[in-house]
C-alpha cells in the first residue's frame, strides 16, 4: 500500500494592506461620516426651525396613522409608516432623534458602496464612490428634515446592490429579496416604481426561473398593495395603492403658481393651498434673474364620492397644451439640474451653503456622462443598469410632467451620475489592461542575451 501524503492545508486569507490611494479615501469616507453626525446634532430633524412645510407635515401625519387625512392618502404610504415607528421608539426625544437620523444618514452612502463592490471591479474606485457620497453637502442637509428622500435615497442605494445580486446569483430567493425591496423603494417615492420596472426586467429576462419569480412576484404584490389600495378607494375612492398622483399631475400641467383644492366627503371638507418652492427660486443665480413663467392660482374642486371623475375633468379644463405645454417642460428639466435643493438650502448653515454651490456640477456631469457613454456604448453595454436607471430617471423626473421639480428632486440623479462616472472610469482601466496583456513580449536583443547569460 503506498502511502498517501497529507493534503496541503487550505491557504489562509492574508491581510492586503490597502494603498496609499485607499488609506487617503478612508479618511474621507471618516470625515464625511463625522460631518454627517456633527450636522443632525447641530441642526436636530425635531428643531422648531426644522419643522414646517412639508417636514411638518410628515411629522404631524405619522403622529395620527389612523387619521383619515385627505394629505396623508395622496402621499406614498411607506415613509409615514416609517416616521411612526420612529416616533414609536423615540417618543420625539431630540437625543434619540439625532441618533436615528445619523444612522439612517451614515447608512445611505454605505449602502450605494456596496452597490458600487458589486458594479465595480476596482475596489479603488468603489470607495472614491463612498468618499464622494459621504461628503455630498447634499445627501448630508437633507437629514435635518423629515423628508421622504431620507429613506429613498438609501432604500435605493439596497435596491440597486440586490439588483446586481440577483443578477449575479439568478435564485427565485435573490430575485424576490430584490422585488422586496423595489417595492419598499416604490412606495417611498414614485419615483421608484419605473427604476424598479426597468430593473427587475433586466433581471428578469435572463433568470433561469421566469415562471416562478413572476408568480411569486404577483402574490407579493397583491398581499402588499391590496390592503392599500382598499384604504385609499374607502377614503378617496380611488384604487391607488401608491397614493393619488392627481394632484401633481393637474398642478404641474396647468401652469399656475398655486394649486387650491376644495375637497369634500360624505359632509365633511378641507381646503389646502400648495405652491412648489421652485416657483419663486432664481436657478441661474447669481448669472441671471431668470424664474418660473408660472402665474395665477388654479382652484380644484373633488367630490370624493364621484371618484376619479372630477380629477379628470379638472385635469382636462386646466393641462396646457401647444408652446406653453414645451415651456413646462423646458423648466422641469431646469429646476431639477439647477434649483435649489429644498428644505436644506439654508445659506446660513455650512452645509446648506455648500450644497447651493454644488448644484452647478451635475449638468457638466450629465453632459459628460452622456458623450463619454456613448462613445464607449459596447463598453456600458456590458455594464448597462446604471445607464438603464439613470436614463430612466431622467424621462420620468426630467421629462415627464409628473410634479413640478425642484432641486431635492435631483439626488437620486446624483448618485446615479457618480456611480455611472466610476462605472466609465473602470471601463477605461479594464480596457488597458486587456490592451497591456494583449501586446506581445519582444523578444530579447543580442545584446540582452548576452547580458542574461
Not at 420625539?92 to 447608512?107: D, F, N, R, T, V
Not at 474606485?125 to 428634515?145: C, D, E, H, N, R
Not at 374642486?301 to 379644463?317: C, L, P, R, T, V
Amino acid at each position: 500500500m503506498i502511502p498517501q501524503a497529507d493534503p496541503l492545508p487550505a491557504p489562509q486569507p492574508r491581510f492586503v494592506a490597502p494603498s496609499p490611494l485607499q488609506v487617503v479615501l478612508y479618511v474621507l469616507i471618516l470625515l464625511g461620516c463625522v460631518l454627517r453626525v456633527y450636522n443632525v446634532i447641530e441642526h436636530n430633524p425635531v428643531d422648531p426651525a426644522h419643522l414646517f412645510s412639508d417636514p411638518q407635515r410628515h411629522w404631524d401625519h405619522a403622529k395620527e396613522p389612523m387619521t383619515p387625512s385627505p394629505m396623508a392618502i395622496f402621499d406614498q404610504p411607506v415613509f409615514q409608516i416609517w416616521l411612526s415607528v420612529v416616533q414609536k421608539f423615540t417618543l420625539g426625544i431630540p437625543a434619540l432623534i439625532a441618533a436615528y437620523a445619523a444612522a439612517l444618514s451614515l447608512l445611505t452612502p454605505w449602502c450605494w458602496y456596496r452597490f458600487l463592490r458589486e458594479t465595480l471591479s476596482s475596489k479603488t474606485l468603489a470607495l472614491a464612490g463612498w468618499a464622494a457620497l459621504a461628503l455630498l453637502p447634499t445627501w448630508i442637509g437633507i437629514y435635518s428634515y423629515f423628508m421622504t428622500e431620507t429613506l429613498f435615497l438609501p432604500a435605493l442605494g439596497l435596491s440597486l446592490w440586490l439588483t446586481l445580486r440577483a443578477k449575479r446569483r439568478p435564485t427565485l430567493t435573490t430575485f424576490m429579496t430584490m422585488v422586496i425591496v423595489w417595492t419598499f423603494c416604490g412606495l417611498t417615492r414614485g419615483i421608484g416604481l419605473p427604476l424598479a420596472a426597468i430593473a427587475g426586467l433586466w433581471v428578469w429576462i435572463g433568470h433561469p426561473r421566469k415562471i416562478a419569480t413572476i408568480g411569486y412576484s404577483l402574490i407579493f404584490a397583491v398581499v402588499v398593495l391590496t390592503p392599500l389600495a382598499v384604504r385609499n378607494y374607502t377614503f378617496i375612492k380611488l384604487w391607488a395603492p401608491h397614493g393619488n398622483g392627481w394632484l401633481n399631475k393637474i398642478y404641474v400641467e396647468s401652469g399656475a403658481r398655486v394649486i387650491q383644492l376644495h375637497l369634500s366627503h360624505n359632509g365633511a371638507g378641507w381646503i389646502y393651498g400648495f405652491g412648489s418652492p421652485s416657483i419663486d427660486s432664481l436657478p441661474f443665480t447669481p448669472f441671471s434673474n431668470w424664474t418660473s413663467k408660472r402665474s395665477g392660482t388654479i382652484d380644484v374642486f373633488i367630490d370624493f364620492s364621484n371618484g376619479a371623475a372630477d380629477w379628470k375633468a379638472a385635469h382636462e379644463k386646466s393641462a396646457k397644451h401647444g408652446a406653453e405645454r414645451w415651456q413646462l417642460h423646458v423648466e422641469n428639466i431646469v429646476f431639477l439640474l439647477f434649483g435649489d435643493s429644498w428644505p436644506d438650502n439654508n445659506a446660513e448653515y455650512f452645509i446648506g451653503a455648500m450644497a447651493n454651490l454644488s448644484r452647478w456640477l451635475w449638468a457638466p456631469i450629465l453632459l459628460g456622462v452622456i458623450i463619454f457613454s456613448t462613445w464607449q456604448i459596447k463598453s456600458v453595454c456590458s455594464r448597462p443598469l446604471v445607464a438603464l436607471v439613470l436614463g430612466t430617471t431622467l424621462f420620468f423626473q426630467g421629462w415627464m410632467l409628473l410634479v413640478p421639480n425642484e432641486g431635492r428632486y435631483r439626488k437620486p440623479l446624483e448618485g446615479l451620475l457618480i456611480a455611472q462616472v466610476l462605472v466609465l472610469a473602470d471601463l477605461s482601466l479594464a480596457r488597458r489592461k486587456t490592451k497591456l496583456a494583449a501586446q506581445p513580449t519582444p523578444f530579447p536583443t543580442d545584446t540582452e542575451i548576452g547580458l542574461l547569460s
